[in-house]
């Protein structure tokens, strides 16, 4: 008969086990108020024995592995003498459930490890490996979520019970189950007679760094799989850094910079030296569907893929892929209230509800609200954002769910375009300087509608359905006012503007997936149709403004009667169908190899020359790769890939653009090391871009397409907690990018905005007992050396090294938290446009406090 455990739980164990007992009330697990006391109690009892046992340093040797099925699911016994002085230690990540066992040495039989597929229903693999030469590991994936466990001892050896989650649990996107916050997440009891020991789970990572990601590959794989550069920004990450947009959380990542802010309204970047793509969800999110700066209040998390990715996503740039996950619906009620405060009048109240609708759990929902006013460090820039983000999931059977999820956006802030340039750098002026008319405003409505239906028919084959439509107003009044190149004596010259653009995107995505095996090879193929459709209609008019002197200003402007300068539509219609096989020859050896057709229509409607311009394009898109693993904790891996982007317009005899080709090759090394707490990659590559429009030699008028780019580079990456407590997340990034061959721009001009070196560090310690248990504090430095602010290489953006801290402290429900950014108040540029640059912040301090109930 199994039985509870009663004694020889391990000081790593009790410690784990007492911090989620601690904070318990505040993170809604299902252990009741009952149990939660007689857990505390029974575990103080245990202190003063616990602190003064010897370490336990006997190796047990386990000798046989067995698979039961029972009737909730199946039964793992490892088989040993010694089952009482087995201590797991475990977590979940994505769909599985992973326990550490130290001191322990897998000694089978036939000297192999032990692995089961599709034992039951409901759990895709069991495996039990040794981990290293003293302790082993139990991996067991579930089909939609991680399989609730029971641990029991048994005269035949330590007894996991698995029971495996309803289909109907999936996420409505390919991601790792959710829950609030990072809390630790106590198994449930069993309702039978047998009573498990409190085995106790972590959270979704150790640390700062994830498992697995579904960016690359669009199927849930783990990240030592993937044959390509690939890094994730967990939301634990965006928490302590205070991060309140996109770019404060993607500077984390090896190659990443930012590229322009189109007049202090939006974010852009750039990857390894060109144009970086931005999606969310899996849905191109480009200016068609977001022109102002993206909200972290509904990022659960950001995947950024590394590489042309054309062979997934249809036409890009050869930089690769900034995917946003945002927060979907918790099993578990949640509800967290937070303020933020901060200097130049920032205030920031957010809101983050989640949990059932109804008692069977059918019905799931989260809100995310964030409302924002401040003013600047910069002259009469001031800001307003409201943010709404609903989501609602419904489990419409075993095998079905539904999710619809919408995000409405509105920001009212001036377009500033920042200092200008004088001669080959930017003008030595306050960074606080405004060259704009003060009554300068833009106003813009953003939103964004989703719909997912994922089914599984069985455990093997999978569709995922989803179909968005997003809407973008923008108005800017005739107050906008530009120049961006004065002369020596400070004098800008301006031009006044007025603009309004309306804009929809609709995008079906369709994915099939089935697994299956050849003899002994495994597949995981995935089949995809994409179908796209974008509108816009744009109108502007400018006229001359003046001029302005930039080292002693008057806000005082003349304008001319304003002109017409555009008035177009566009209408854009794509088609993409793709194929990938995820192939296991062996357990050490992947290949991923995938090809995409597009097609692609785009007919532009000039209204102002009665004009009309048809751009028509297609292309192939291959991607090989493959994973070497010579050990457990390295993955060597090497990938070709292949990208395109339309080009509109025709050449001098009248041929239409061909598309623009990026081709990638790339070799790295993946490691993870400290029992997978900490994470790393390393990467090599170059990327050649070729179709470029340059200048036709036989006349100026024209354009042909002999321009060529390349960059080349190496990456590092690391992630995760070193310690207890102590997490870490740092990059680096030497990146030549250039041009190789053009009629404009001179040969070997570095690419705008690419610093040859780029890197970050930052890390935080939390103590875990103690009177200052809860409190922790971090630091970190972001530094890049310069780059140059156009291709003309006419001018240079300093180099600089940020330095920024933190403070914290977590009880029970209460978090509050305080950010110092740019500690030094060192002067920098955050992206350039046509001549200007941006100035970053100065020394800024930025205060939290968060309520869960």
Do not use: C
């Not at 602190?51 to 386990?62: F, G, I, T």
């Not at 405060?341 to 069977?360: M, V």
């Amino acid at each position: 008969m199994k039985s509870k455990r009663q004694s020889g739980i391990s000081l790593v164990s009790f410690v784990f086990t007492l911090i989620a007992i601690l904070i318990q009330p505040a993170t809604g697990s299902e252990v009741s108020k009952q149990n939660f006391v007689s857990y505390k109690h029974d575990y103080v009892n245990k202190v003063a024995s616990l602190l003064v046992q010897e370490p336990v340093s006997q190796v047990v040797k386990v000798t046989g592995v067995k698979l039961n099925s029972t009737s909730t699911g199946i039964e793992l016994v490892l088989q040993t003498s010694l089952g009482e002085a087995l201590k797991p230690i475990a977590k979940t990540e994505g769909n599985s459930f992973i326990a550490d066992i130290p001191n322990v040495v897998l000694e089978l039989p036939d000297g192999k490890e032990f692995r089961s597929e599709n034992p039951v229903k409901g759990i895709v693999s069991v495996t039990v490996t040794a981990l290293d030469a003293s302790s082993i590991r139990v991996i067991v994936i579930g089909e939609a979520s991680s399989p609730k466990v029971e641990l029991f001892d048994d005269p035949e050896g330590l007894v996991f019970g698995f029971t495996p989650a309803p289909s109907s649990q999936a996420q409505t996107q390919p991601t790792p189950p959710q829950q609030p916050g990072n809390q630790t997440q106590p198994i449930q009891p069993s309702a039978s007679g047998d009573q498990p020991i409190e085995l106790v789970v972590t959270g979704e990572q150790d640390g700062y760094n994830s498992s697995d990601a579904s960016t690359a590959t669009k199927t849930d794989t783990p990240l030592r799989d993937i044959p390509q550069s690939i890094q994730v920004i967990p939301a634990t990450v965006i928490q302590d850094q205070g991060a309140v947009r996109l770019n404060e959380a993607v500077r984390n990542v090896s190659g990443v910079a930012i590229s322009s802010t189109t007049g202090n309204t939006n974010d852009n970047y750039i990857i390894r030296g060109f144009d970086a793509n931005v999606y969310k969800n899996g849905f191109l999110d480009d200016y068609y569907s977001t022109g102002t700066f993206r909200d972290s209040a509904n990022i659960e998390r950001v995947e950024v893929l590394k590489g042309p990715a054309s062979v997934l996503f249809g036409r890009l740039e050869p930089s690769g892929v900034i995917n946003v996950v945002t927060k979907k619906p918790l099993a578990e009620p949640y509800y967290n209230l937070s303020f933020t405060a901060g200097s130049y009048s920032f205030y920031r109240p957010t809101l983050d509800f989640s949990g059932p609708l109804t008692e069977d759990g059918k019905l799931g929902y989260r809100l995310n609200i964030a409302y924002e006013n401040s003013g600047s460090f910069r002259d009469f820039v001031h800001t307003e954002r409201f943010l709404i983000a609903p989501v609602i999931t419904w489990k419409i059977g075993d095998n079905t769910n539904l999710t619809l999820e919408g995000e409405y956006l509105h920001v009212e802030n001036p377009l500033d375009r920042g200092l200008v340039t004088i001669g080959n750098k930017i003008a030595d002026i306050p960074i606080s300087r405004y060259l704009s008319d003060p009554r300068n405003q833009l106003v813009a409505d953003e939103s964004k509608t989703y719909l997912t239906l994922n089914h599984n028919f069985n455990q093997n084959l999978s569709l995922r359905t989803a179909f968005r439509v997003t809407t973008q107003l923008y108005t800017n009044n005739r107050f906008d006012v530009e120049g961006f190149s004065a002369s020596n004596n400070g004098i800008l010259d301006l031009t006044g503007n007025a603009r309004n653009g309306y804009f929809e995107t609709y995008f079906l995505q369709n994915d099939l997936t089935a697994k299956f095996k050849t003899g002994s090879v495994k597949h995981t193929v995935l089949l995809g149709v994409e179908l796209g459709k974008l509108y816009q209609a744009q109108k502007g008019e400018s006229g001359n403004a003046g001029s302005i002197n930039i080292f002693n200003p008057v806000y005082n402007f003349s304008y001319d009667p304003y002109q017409p300068d555009y008035d177009s539509t566009e209408n854009d219609n794509s088609f993409g169908i793709y194929l990938q096989d995820q192939i296991s020859v062996f357990d050490n050896l992947k290949l991923l190899v995938g090809g995409r057709f597009d097609t692609y229509h785009s007919k532009t409607q000039d209204l102002l020359n009665s004009s009309t311009t048809v751009t028509d394009s297609d292309a192939f898109s291959p991607r090989v790769g493959v994973v070497y693993q010579p050990t457990k904790e390295i993955s060597l891996f090497a990938n070709y890939s292949r990208s395109f982007n339309p080009v509109s317009g025709t050449a001098k005899n009248g041929d239409a653009f061909e598309p623009t080709r990026g081709t990638g090759y790339e070799v790295g090394i993946k490691g993870d090391f400290l029992n997978g707490r900490l994470s790393s990659t390393l990467a090599f590559y170059t990327v050649n871009k070729t179709n470029v429009l340059t200048v036709d030699p036989s006349d100026p008028n024209f354009s042909i397409q002999v321009g060529e780019q390349r960059a080349r580079g190496i990456e590092l990456d690391i992630a995760g907690e070193i310690l207890p407590g102590w997490k870490v997340i740092g990059s680096y990034a030497y990146t030549n990018a250039e041009i190789t061959q053009d009629n404009t721009f001179p040969v070997e001009n570095a690419l705008a905005t690419t610093p040859r070196n780029i890197g970050s560090l930052w890390t935080t310690y939390t103590f875990q007992t103690g009177s200052l248990e809860g409190f922790g504090f971090g630091g970190g430095i972001f530094a890049a050396s310069k780059a140059y602010g156009d291709l003309n290489n006419s001018y240079t953006v300093p180099g600089y090294v940020r330095t920024d801290a933190a403070i914290f402290y977590k009880k029970d429900r209460l978090r509050a938290s305080v950010n110092f950014k740019n500690l030094f108040s060192v002067r920098y540029f955050e992206g350039t446009f046509f001549g200007s640059a941006n100035p970053a912040a100065p020394f800024t301090v930025q205060g939290t406090i968060s309520w869960e109930f």
